[in-house]
């Protein structure tokens, strides 16, 4: 009798303890991070914050495009020579050879980069789309992290994805996801797996048609398509945790996004709730290696193998 007891209080131990856990692990699920809080900001302080964005990238626009303007000097200088007529071959030599170096500090905050991506998305329509999915997706910057987050509405709570991006000692973009949230919940790599690899399958199905299409042009400027692959090679590094290109595609005009200036990231830090990159512009030589990797397959195997 005793020993009968002894093994139901033993159950009724390990009954209530799973009970206190299953409950607990509820509430944290249902949890809100404590950086995840509703903006206080007035509607004319968001208008500022995306205006400084827009500033912002209006300046990375004309550091780009006087690089732009450069070459197409230089290739000026090179026709004028093939013609005989002035410069002297030393002349364009020099100019065909310039290629900008001066780097250029880009920085936006959490803030101005909420503000014009919800600008943005009203102005184009795609704010529907993407409630469909989403409410109140949002870009928090802290503690050397970047953390993209929302709430799901399959799953009726906030998912965040915390990220530690840095420049590795090849040069490389690393982007690290180092946890995946629920609530405040740490999400286990299973329960998020098969949605990882039906993206992996959309993402791997896209990348030939933008291989196909994506080029160069001779003034440094790449096509849409050359900026998709790019974009669709980052977003599969990032499904695995995998090196990527440090390469940024700047729009050359904001109103057409068709054609960007690819530059070099060769820096990245986050302090302060403040995002800054440090670009370089990139050398012919650099752009015609870049074209060649964004045409080369993604890898899937050897990826998630790292």
Known sequence: MKLLKTLLLIVAVLLLSAILLSAGGWFMLR??????????????????????????LISIQNWAGGARAARLRAAAAAAAVGAGD?????????????????????????????????????LN???????????????VLRNNQLILAGTVKDLGT????QFEPRIDEHGSLQMNL????GGILPLPDALWSSKRER????????????????????????????????MNKLL?????????????????????????????ITAVAIQNNTLTITAEQMTAVERGALLDRLRAPYDVATAAAR
Do not use: C
Request: hydrophobic share 40%; glycine share 2%; proline share 8%.
């Open 199 to 230: 993206m992996q399958q959309y993402l791997q199905a896209k990348l030939p048609a933008y291989q196909q299409e994506a080029a160069m042009m001779p003034d440094g400027t790449a096509n849409s398509a050359a900026a998709s692959a790019a």
């Open 31 to 56: 949890g809100t991070p404590e950086w995840y809080q509703p903006s206080t900001a007035t509607a004319e302080q968001r208008k500022k914050a995306a205006d400084r964005a827009e500033n912002m």
């Open 125 to 139: 329509g795609r704010r529907e789309s993407l409630e469909r999915f989403v409410d109140d997706p949002r870009l």
């Open 158 to 161: 906030v998912v965040s994805m």
């Open 178 to 181: 180092v946890r995946v949230l």
């Open 236 to 264: 599969q590094s990032v499904l695995h945790n995998d090196p990527a290109d440090p390469v940024l595609f700047v729009p050359y005009d904001l109103h057409k996004l068709n054609r960007s200036v690819p530059v070099k």
């Open 86 to 122: 002035a410069p002297t071959t030393t002349q364009a030599a020099t100019a065909l050879s310039h290629e900008p170096s001066q780097p250029f500090q880009i920085q936006f905050s959490d803030e101005e980069l909420n503000a014009f991506f919800n600008k943005w998305a009203d």
